[in-house]
C-alpha cells in the first residue's frame, strides 16, 4: 500500500481481555517495528521483524505481549490478560532494509484498558 | 546502549521568529541520526535524516539540522517558524539493524 496502515485505530478493551493490533506495512518493505507511546513520551521500542522473523524482541515488557508476521507482510501485535498500564498508542512503522534508511510510521492504535 | 536526551518539554515561540530544538545521543559508534515530526493524532513524519558526509542537512518543511559530533548533538533548527509548525518533535538515534531509540520529544507551540 501506500503507507502503513494500523488497524483499529482506536480500541477499548476491558480489564483482563485479549487484544489483537494491525499493522499493514508499505509493499515490498522487509522490516517491521512495533513501538509503544505512552503520553507524553518518546516512542518505546517492543519488537523488531526482518521478513517473518523476530529479530529483536528485547522491549517487550512481558509474555502477555507476542507479535507475529507469519508471511513477512502484515503483522498483529497481541496482549492477553491486558493491564491499566498497557493503555497507550502503539505505532508501527516499517522500512526498506535496516533503521538506517528511515522509517516510516502509521498513523497508530490507541488502546484504551478500563 | 544508545540514548538520545531532549533537554526541552516544551517550547513557545512567536511565528516568524527562528527555532532551535536541542538534541544530544549517547552512542560509542558514529549515530545514524533522525528527526521526526509528530502532529495531534498523527504517526510520526521523518524531517531530516543523517548518516554521513556534510554535517548540515537539509529536511522537508523548511528545517535543517546540524550534526556536531564533538558536542553529541544534532539540534534541528529553522529561520522562520509558522503556526502549521506547532507539534511534537522527536530526535532518533540508530545504526545498522538496531532499532531507533527515541527522545522523549519536545513539544512547540507557536503563538501569533
Known amino acids: 500500500g501506500a503507507g502503513v496502515s494500523q488497524t483499529p485505530s482506536n480500541k477499548v478493551t476491558e480489564k483482563g481481555k485479549y487484544v489483537e493490533l494491525r499493522c499493514d506495512p508499505i509493499?515490498?518493505?522487509?522490516?517491521l517495528y512495533w513501538y509503544r507511546q505512552s503520553l507524553g513520551q518518546g516512542p518505546e521500542f517492543l519488537i523488531y521483524?526482518?521478513?517473518?522473523?523476530?529479530?529483536?524482541d528485547s522491549g517487550l515488557p512481558n509474555d502477555r505481549f507476542f507479535a507475529v508476521r507469519p508471511e513477512g507482510s502484515v503483522s498483529t501485535l497481541k496482549i492477553q490478560r491486558t493491564e491499566r498500564g498497557d493503555s497507550a498508542v502503539y505505532l508501527c512503522?516499517?522500512?526498506?532494509?535496516?533503521?538506517?534508511?528511515?522509517?516510516?510510521f502509521g498513523s497508530g492504535t490507541r488502546l484504551t484498558v478500563v | 546502549a544508545q540514548s538520545v536526551t531532549q533537554p526541552d518539554i516544551h517550547i513557545t515561540v512567536s511565528e516568524g521568529a527562528s527555532l532551535e530544538l536541542r538534541c544530544n545521543y549517547s552512542y560509542g559508534a558514529t549515530p545514524y541520526l533522525f528527526w521526526y515530526v509528530q502532529s495531534p493524532g498523527q504517526g510520526l513524519q521523518l524531517l531530516l535524516k543523517y548518516f554521513s558526509g556534510d554535517t548540515l542537512v537539509q529536511g522537508i518543511k523548511g528545517f535543517e539540522a546540524e550534526f556536531k559530533r564533538s558536542q553529541s548533538s544534532f539540534n534541528l533548527r529553522k529561520p522562520s517558524v509558522h503556526w502549521s509548525d506547532a507539534a511534537e518533535y522527536f530526535c532518533?538515534?540508530?545504526?545498522?539493524?538496531?532499532?531507533?531509540?527515541f527522545g522523549k520529544g519536545t513539544r512547540l507551540s507557536v503563538i501569533a
Open positions: 509493499s515490498g518493505h522487509t522490516a
Open positions: 521483524f526482518q521478513g517473518t522473523g523476530a529479530a529483536d
Open positions: 532518533a538515534v540508530g545504526a545498522g539493524n538496531t532499532p531507533l531509540v
Open positions: 512503522a516499517s522500512s526498506y532494509g535496516t533503521a538506517n534508511y528511515g522509517y516510516t
